[in-house]
T-cell receptor, first 110, second 114 residues
Framework: KQEVTQIPAALSVPEGENLVLNCSFT??????LQWFRQDPGKGLTSLLL?????REQTSGRLNASLDKSSGRSTLYIAASQPGDSATYLC?????????FGKGTMLLVSP | EAGVAQSPRYKIIEKRQSVAFWCNPI?????LYWYQQILGQGPKLLIQ????????DSQLPKDRFSAERLKGVDSTLKIQPAKLEDSAVYLC????????????FGQGTRLTVV
């Protein structure tokens, strides 16, 4: 059974800092890994999708990497802004299911 | 392309009552998921459909929860009778092999059981 862990559980940084969110998974036989953003009271917004054959994906100030052999993914946020404040979730997709971590709650202060 | 639609957005019921949630996935997406997200936790898979067949329902409390996906399109999730611990956000998502199994989520239904 796939297990996904996210570290840290919460993070508070001043505006402008570069930061890294970590995600680890126990079963390396994944189809893809997806990063989501969730604002309070809202659904999940897909940020980046990394297929199992890829090493990284970039979108604007976001960069996600994937190391299947070690069971790790990282989400890098450059030049953080107060609008980045949200909960960030990673999810590992096997061939039959999608398993989530508990998320990292990010607060970026002005 | 329209996103995943869910209704209602909010629901408040008393314990032991029944409730139903509806989901309309993105057109052409064969895979549909229902997740339960309790405040402060990550989403937990309740049931996954591939077209109108069940792929995984191992974490669905089958004594009170049921779900169906008729004709491989829309889906409903029902709780009967509801308990206080069922208070959560119920999320529906869909994905397609043609889009690399990227999961797209609806806005969710916030259920409060009092």
């Amino acid at each position: 059974k796939q297990e996904v862990t996210q570290i840290p559980a919460a993070l508070s940084v001043p505006e402008g800092e570069n930061l890294v969110l970590n995600c680890s998974f126990t079963d390396s036989a994944i189809y893809n890994l997806q990063w989501f953003r969730q604002d309070p009271g809202k659904g999940l917004t897909s940020l980046l999708l990394i297929q199992s054959s890829q090493r990284e994906q970039t979108s604007g100030r976001l960069n996600a990497s994937l190391d299947k052999s070690s069971g790790r993914s990282t989400l890098y946020i450059a030049a953080s802004q107060p609008g980045d404040s949200a909960t960030y979730l990673c999810a590992a997709s096997g061939y039959s299911t999608l398993t989530f971590g508990k998320g990292t709650m990010l607060l970026v202060s002005p | 392309e329209a996103g995943v639609a869910q209704s209602p957005r909010y629901k408040i019921i008393e314990k032991r009552q029944s409730v139903a949630f509806w989901c309309n996935p993105i057109s052409g997406h064969a895979t549909l998921y229902w997740y339960q997200q309790i405040l402060g936790q990550g989403p937990k898979l309740l049931i996954q459909f591939q077209n109108n067949g069940v792929v995984d329902d191992s974490q669905l409390p089958k004594d009170r929860f049921s779900a169906e996906r008729l004709k491989g399109v829309d889906s409903t999730l029902k709780i009967q009778p509801a308990k206080l611990e069922d208070s959560a956000v119920y999320l529906c998502a869909s994905s397609s092999i043609r889009q690399g199994m990227e999961a797209f989520f609806g806005q969710g239904t916030r259920l409060t059981v009092v």
